[in-house]
């Protein structure tokens, strides 16, 4: 069983940086980063594979980076120049298996989640 665990959300101004990490406890392959806000579906923001390739949504693309320590189990999420649409909850998310079905954002291709880690960026 995979156990995933988010930390480092908080409050920041417009232009700001965070940095997201998910200590994960378990084996996983595949993982990503996705977040949703109040009144709106679940959003994939960044995916990183188990060879190291990265695929980014669009919104962030230039702005955010997904990296993964093996040796530590932790993947990140580096947000730079957020803005107040980036307000979220995110969440960290992993699958087991190795095998897409789906796309990297596809929320169908995580089998497990982590609580979430609350962001959110004032104007």
């Known amino acids: 069983q995979v156990q995933l665990v988010e930390s480092g959300g908080g409050s920041v101004q417009a232009g700001g940086s965070l940095r997201l990490s998910c200590a994960a406890s378990g084996y996983t392959v595949n993982m990503a980063w996705f977040r949703q806000a109040p009144g709106k579906g679940r959003e994939g923001v960044a995916a990183v594979d188990s060879d190291g390739s990265t695929t980014y949504a669009d919104s962030v693309k230039g702005r955010f980076t997904i990296s993964r320590d093996k040796a530590k189990s932790t993947l990140y999420l580096q947000m730079n120049s957020l803005k107040p649409e980036d307000t979220a909850m995110y969440s960290c998310?992993?699958?087991?298996?190795?095998?897409?079905?789906?796309?990297?954002?596809?929320?169908?291709?995580?089998?497990?989640w982590g609580q979430g880690t609350q962001v959110t960026v004032s104007s």
């Open positions: 998310a992993a699958e087991s298996w190795g095998q897409r079905l789906y796309s990297a954002l596809s929320e169908y291709e995580y089998t497990y």
